[in-house]
């Protein structure tokens, strides 16, 4: 794709979103796929432009691309995803959508004001094969040589993260421990315990994370939970639900894909004798749904869902497997031929994703805004783009 630069001319007076994607490891001109889906769906924004960075695996590089946009300087966020799942570029576009939405959903919702460079840094467990389907294979290979890190190349301090976003996959083993994804999620999870670095445990990321610190033991479930399941919200007006209705208005309702859960006894037990440790959201069929821990070291939300799961995912999922002649059980809540049916069951999702970065987006604007200063900079401060942008949209908002 040809070098371009960023559409500033029809930018709305409460910002823009630029997402920046890593070009290729060998400086090659290989086509960034993720980059190209995520091109065609925000196809009809004028709100979201997308570039690459050239300097994406340059360890002295840490955020690679200077914005030029006739607003301001944005604030600039850089999110790391360790991604085990079945298809990683699969799940690298439907998370990187999701964040990207969400944040075009504040601004909807005036949360959010001024432009925002969001840099999105993929990582892969050391083991590149393990969790990928045989169909997954050829073109995930590839795709994650070129644009993904691994922690043999760059810990995650190397990685300079504002925030991290941890995958589930799917488990082999009975016991975590031997799994061979463990070094890694290890690894992320003492990474999340002492960095202050803010991090999201997604599924069975979640589960290790209690394992690991609170010695929650997993425990395997008599059948599959599948479905969107109806919430009870146990910490009212707690800053992950706002814009969330509480007392009256839409349940809220979560996605569930999973064989495994946390023991909700040892969970219950940990909450007691811990207070950093706490259930936001639970429900009969789910358990525990969303937590928080933190101290002063920590800011770690646990999501046992996947916050990349749109109306689509789990008919697509019953779909697939009844294919397979695997006799799936229908998912719960979900409409499996009118996935449109499904839509109402994912109205909170944006804002839950957007409240969980609210807080790095306050604390690197200040930061940035310091720095700014700092250098004598003021809001008419443009700089020069040294990324190559795919794509600058015009038209509705998302």
């Known amino acids: 794709m040809s070098d371009q630069t960023f559409d500033t001319e029809n930018v709305s007076a409460k910002g823009k979103t630029h997402l920046i994607l890593p070009a290729a490891r060998d400086g090659s001109q290989t086509e960034n796929s993720v980059a190209t889906k995520l091109a065609e ?42 991604n085990s799942m079945l298809s990683r570029a699969a799940t690298d576009v439907m998370l990187t959508q999701r964040i990207i939405e969400s944040v ?34 050829d073109t995930d290979l590839a795709y994650v040589d ?11 301090d190397d990685l300079n993260l504002d925030t991290l976003v941890v995958t589930g996959t799917v488990p082999r083993e009975d016991h975590l421990h031997k799994e061979v994804f463990w070094p890694d999620m290890k690894e992320a999870i003492d990474f999340a315990k002492d960095s202050k670095t803010p991090a999201l445990f997604s599924c069975l990321a979640a589960q290790a994370y209690l394992q690991d610190v609170y010695d929650i033991p997993r425990e395997k479930r008599d059948s599959k939970l599948f479905g969107h399941f109806k919430q009870n919200i146990l910490t009212p007006h707690h800053p992950l639900l706002k814009d969330i209705p509480q007392d009256d208005g839409p349940d809220l309702y979560l996605p569930g894909s999973r064989f495994w859960q946390s023991n909700e006894e040892a969970l219950q037990q940990a909450v007691t004798d811990n207070q950093r440790l706490k259930v936001i959201t639970e429900s009969a069929d789910m358990g525990a749904s969303i937590m928080t821990d933190r101290t002063e070291q920590r800011n770690v939300a646990l999501w046992t869902l996947h916050p990349e799961y749109n109306k689509n995912t789990l008919a697509n999922e019953y779909n697939r497997d009844a294919k397979l002649g695997l006799n799936p059980d229908k998912p719960e809540n979900c409409d499996i031929d009118n996935s449109e049916n499904n839509a109402v069951y994912f109205e909170y999702q944006l804002p839950l994703l957007f409240n969980a970065l609210a807080p790095v987006l306050t604390a690197k604007a200040k930061q940035d805004r310091t720095a700014q200063d700092a250098a004598n900079q003021n ?6 783009q040294t990324s190559a942008p795919i794509a600058a949209f015009a038209s509705p908002s998302l």
């Open 41 to 82: 769906k925000f196809a009809a924004s004028d709100n979201v432009s997308i570039s690459l960075n050239r300097n994406a695996f340059n360890k002295a590089t840490r955020f690679g691309s200077a914005i030029e946009t006739d607003y301001k300087q944005p604030v600039k966020l850089r999110i790391g995803i360790l």
């Open 104 to 137: 075009e959903w504040a601004r909807e919702h005036d949360r959010l004001n001024g432009d925002v460079a969001i840099e999105i840094v993929p990582i892969s467990p050391r083991q590149l094969e393990h969790g990928l389907t045989e169909e997954a294979k």
């Open 146 to 156: 070129n644009f993904h890190h691994t922690l043999d190349s760059a810990s995650f």
């Open 379 to 384: 809001d008419a401060y443009t700089a020069h």
